[in-house]
Structures are given as structure tokens and as C-alpha cells.
């Protein structure tokens, strides 16, 4: 009899979610990710669309919801490629992208992962001089993004490959 795969969800805030997905979609263990909102006006946006998140009024954050099998990559690996992939420091903008929906923040799903996710972000400040703005909060409602969004930029490179042939 096959062991039940064991899932845990980690939820992260680190600019546009094409680049944080492209990126988390590269590791072992991981289930599945997926492009969506969270963390903002519910009652009032009860289904936020892009549009909406864009306007920077809804207080949604784009955000990658990661499913992964804790017996081949812990939540700690997740933390670490989080630090990496985005600018901690930046408040409300990465590159190019400004606004609160591009804000830093882990959404931790229990008390394990919120411990463990204020730990790294102590040891991760040690290695700037400017303070990490990174938010750690209670995860809330995650939205999905449209179809487009998901794994957009491994669609788009797709496409372009094909034109060049």
C-alpha cells in the first residue's frame, strides 16, 4: 500500500507573481503553485479580479500559493528562495512594479510556519543594512488569478520559442 502524499500550503508576496512562481516551480517537492490574491478588502472585493488588485485600492497582494510535499523540501527551503528572488528591503515595489500588491510578505498557514518564517527573517536581516520591510501575517482567502497568470512567463517563452522556429 502507497504512503498518502503528505501537502503542506505556503503563501508568498514578492513583487508580480510571474516571476515568483517561474521561480518556486523550479524545485523539487513542490506539488503544484498558483497565481492569485490575498490579503485584502473581502467584503468589498468578495472576488478580486487583476483589474481591481492593479488599482492599488483593494489592499490584495499578488501572491504564488505553493503546495509542497514536506518530505522532500521543508518550509525552510521555501523561505530561503523567497529571500533570494526579490528585494526585501523595497517597500511596496520590485523593479519596475510600484504598488501595495507588490509588497514583501510570507502568509504563514499555522503557528509553525509563522515561527519559523520570523526566525528566517531575523537571520535574513543580518545580511542588509537597510531594514527588511517583509510582512509576516496570518494567512486569509487566497484568490486565484485569472488563467492567463498562471506559469505566464513559461507560456510567453513557449510561444516565443515556436515564432523563432
Not at 528585494?87 to 504563514?108: C, E, H, M, W
Request: glycine letters at 6%; aromatic letters at 12%; charged letters at 30%.
Amino acid at each position: 500500500m502507497k504512503n498518502k502524499l503528505t501537502e503542506e500550503t505556503a503563501t508568498f508576496g514578492a513583487g508580480c507573481f510571474w516571476h515568483i512562481q517561474e521561480e518556486f516551480d523550479k524545485l523539487n517537492g513542490i506539488v503544484k503553485t498558483e497565481a492569485g490574491y490575498m490579503g485584502g478588502d473581502e467584503n468589498k472585493y468578495p472576488n478580486p479580479t487583476y483589474e481591481q488588485v492593479s488599482s492599488d485600492k483593494t489592499g490584495f497582494v499578488e501572491v504564488v500559493q505553493v503546495a509542497f510535499n514536506p518530505d522532500e523540501i521543508n518550509y525552510n527551503k521555501l523561505l530561503d528562495v523567497f529571500w533570494k528572488i526579490h528585494n526585501p528591503t523595497s517597500l511596496n515595489r520590485q523593479g519596475a512594479d510600484i504598488g501595495t500588491q507588490y509588497k514583501s510578505v510570507i502568509f504563514y498557514s499555522n503557528d509553525k510556519q509563522r515561527n519559523l518564517a520570523l526566525k528566517s527573517k531575523e537571520k535574513e536581516q543580518k545580511n542588509y543594512e537597510d531594514l527588511i520591510v517583509t510582512e509576516i501575517k496570518k494567512a486569509r482567502t487566497f484568490f486565484p488569478a485569472e488563467n492567463y497568470h498562471q506559469k505566464y512567463l513559461s507560456k510567453t517563452c513557449l510561444i516565443k520559442l515556436k515564432e523563432v522556429k
